[in-house]
């Protein structure tokens, strides 16, 4: 293809698969791009950023600045959601680029008339665009440029600096050369930072061994709102299957009174568009939902895409599962995991398009009927990749304030495809990541990487599936620290509420599963029960509401500590109006010291400079005036949060 053009725009960032994929943020971020922009010989060349968001007609622009080797970079804020597009565009400025010859050339004291008359031809073309005072300016240099007895001031105007600004703020594009487009993707701030709490509402009851409703749920909620957890996640509430139901420790056959596990969904009492009825009643649920929202709290459904074997879609739509030569079909497996009292949908069903129609209805219904604008998406890496680029695609288009969670413990590529599709947030590896090496290593994978414009982290130091080792028998200082962790880490954290608030770790010997799981029978608790546990849980989530560097994952940055068990960083926010420096130890049996080295680079300051850290949960202060400075933790409480003021 012929391109005139002289310029050559490449590797422009962010992007991801060339521009196939959008990238994310969320309201008022900031968008930093890069590009590569070149051009032969020593021409003078300008680029500009242009973005726009999809309701805008125009584009807005950005003047791109040279940084080094030819990379130019220039930012804009997302001010509100949806998509917004960017591209660059690069040309040739000849004016400028005379100013500087004509510039070059005075200066060795060359005579320059051919120069000015060249001059004054570029001031010609630029001079109609231009109004007010400027114009004058312009006509007076025009005469000038053209008289030789005006030679003196015409040669000072010629390098003028209010030229100079005239010429970069009116430039006359020529064989422009544009890069493609690329897309952001913008949400509510919410899918940058969320505390979630999960629990099973069938375990809520005051009294033990009886099944817990709605009703049971609303009472709750002032603790949980207390606590600083702003979602509120529950399994599956549908129907439960009759037909192949899991008994008490996932035993193939269920004894009487046995309640199954919730994601065995769909039976005599209805399937995706409908409640459990030992829960309650559609009202019950629509005031337990408007009750969390007074207190601040969302509640996320889940949003399970299987069916128990007396799933009305079993009966209605056979052609949605795939039927073995026997007339049955083969139940779910994620191996060595067997799910007797699921079936998978067949996703290669020739009737497909009314698959992806009642998938897609199901989630409208709960949205518009029930005010749910967060799902928690179970094993969505068992489901074809482009069926969630399509439904999170048309969902967002006419609710764009959903966010959904991708619970897919897998393979990494697997897990950021599903991030690419669409998935606001991700469950990660976090749970299995104990030493301080791997720590460090995996969050600056998610966050200095490429990964960072694409997957949102969501951090659980335990979920009903997983009873890590680590925490099986593990001290209460265990659990403290974990938590600790997950929440100044991630901006996004969770966990499986009263099991780990409680310490109930009890594991089916040798596996990471807990035994008598909840999954398959009804539990007690005493929810009111407060220990240490609560307490910290409590306040960290205060603090991370109360400073912004903990409302965000990516502006992280390790620091060393002389000691493999302390591990620390330093976190700011977009602006730099709140810093704080994070130590945690991750020794829950022994105490711990060692010396951090503050970033003085990064906080602006020098060495001797004093800085007071002040702890935002003993609130004890300490001023610090060197680079290294001498910190101890204790199991008892092995953290500090510190915020810095300079």
Excluded at 311 to 332: E, L
Excluded at 450 to 468: H, K, L, S
Excluded at 539 to 558: G, V
Aim: glycine share 4%.
């Amino acid at each position: 293809m012929l391109n005139q053009s002289r310029i050559v725009i490449e590797n422009v960032a962010p992007q991801i698969n060339n521009g196939t994929i959008f990238i994310k943020r969320v309201v008022d971020e900031i968008v930093n791009v890069t590009a590569d922009v070149l051009v032969d010989g020593h021409d003078v060349l300008q680029a500009d950023l242009l973005y726009k968001h999809k309701s805008a007609r125009k584009w807005e622009t950005v003047r791109m600045q040279p940084t080094f080797n030819d990379e130019y970079t220039a930012s804009f804020v997302t001010e509100k959601q949806g998509f917004y597009s960017y591209k660059i565009e690069g040309w040739v400025d000849y004016a400028l680029n005379w100013q500087h010859g004509i510039e070059r050339k005075i200066d060795d004291y060359q005579h320059v008339n051919s120069e000015l008359l060249e001059g004054a031809e570029l001031l010609s073309n630029i001079i109609k665009n231009i109004k007010g005072d400027d114009k004058k300016y312009l006509d007076h240099l025009i005469n000038i440029f053209k008289n030789p007895e005006a030679y003196n001031e015409a040669i000072k105007e010629a390098v003028s600096q209010r030229l100079h600004d005239i010429f970069v703020d009116n430039p006359e594009k020529l064989l422009t050369q544009t890069s493609n487009e690329f897309q952001v993707y913008v949400d509510r701030k919410k899918a940058r930072f969320s505390t979630w709490y999960e629990f099973f509402p069938r375990s809520a009851s005051e009294q033990e061994g009886k099944h817990g409703t709605f009703n049971d749920c609303y009472r709750l909620l002032p603790r949980i709102a207390k606590m600083g957890f702003d979602t509120l996640y529950f399994p599956p509430i549908h129907p439960i299957g009759e037909v192949n139901r899991k008994g008490k420790n996932n035993t193939t056959v269920a004894q009487e009174g046995d309640v199954g596990s919730t994601w065995g969904i769909g039976s005599k009492h209805g399937g995706h568009k409908d409640i459990h009825p030992e829960l309650g009643t559609v009202e019950d649920f629509k005031n337990l939902v408007a009750e969390a929202k007074n207190q601040g709290i969302e509640v996320a459904m889940d949003y399970a895409l299987q069916a128990a074997p007396d799933h009305p879609w079993v009966k209605d739509h056979p052609d949605w599962f795939k039927w073995r030569p026997d007339g049955t079909v083969q139940y779910a497996e994620n191996p060595p995991k067997k799910y007797q009292d699921i079936l998978p949908i067949y996703w290669e069903s020739k009737d497909f398009k009314n698959l992806w129609k009642a998938c897609l209805d199901t989630l409208f219904y709960w949205i518009e009927e029930y005010d749910i604008h967060v799902f928690r998406v179970d094993n969505p890496h068992t489901k074809p990749y482009y069926f969630w680029g399509w439904i999170i695609d048309e969902v967002k288009k006419k609710h764009p304030d959903v966010l959904f969670l991708a619970e897919a413990f897998t393979k990494p590529k697997v897990m950021h495809q599903l991030a690419k599709q669409g998935y606001t947030q991700s469950y990660t590896y976090f749970t299995w990541r104990v030493h301080k090496h791997e720590i460090m290593e995996y969050v600056n994978e998610l966050t200095q990487t490429n990964q960072r414009e694409f997957m949102r982290p969501n951090f659980w130091p335990n979920t009903p599936d997983i009873n890590p080792f680590h925490l099986q028998g593990a001290p209460e200082s265990m659990y403290i620290l974990r938590y600790a962790l997950a929440a100044t880490l991630s901006s996004n954290i969770g966990i499986y509420g009263p099991v780990f608030e409680q310490q109930i770790d009890t594991p089916i010997a040798g596996k990471e599963e807990y035994y008598m799981s909840e999954k398959f029978q009804l539990c007690h608790y005493d929810w009111f029960k407060e220990n240490k546990i609560t307490t910290l849980i409590s306040k960290i989530n205060a603090i991370r509401k109360e400073h912004e560097s903990y409302q965000q994952t990516n502006n992280i940055k390790f620091l060393e500590t002389g000691n493999d068990q302390l591990i620390a960083f330093y976190k700011w926010n977009q602006d730099k109006t709140n810093e704080t420096l994070t130590v945690i130890s991750l020794d829950a049996y022994n105490s711990q010291s060692g010396s951090v080295q503050v970033p003085l680079h990064d906080l602006g300051i020098h060495h001797g400079h004093k800085i007071e850290v002040l702890d935002l949960v003993t609130r004890n202060s300490y001023n610090w005036y060197h680079e290294w400075n001498y910190v101890e933790l204790h199991p008892t409480l092995p953290f500090h949060i510190f915020k810095i003021n300079k």
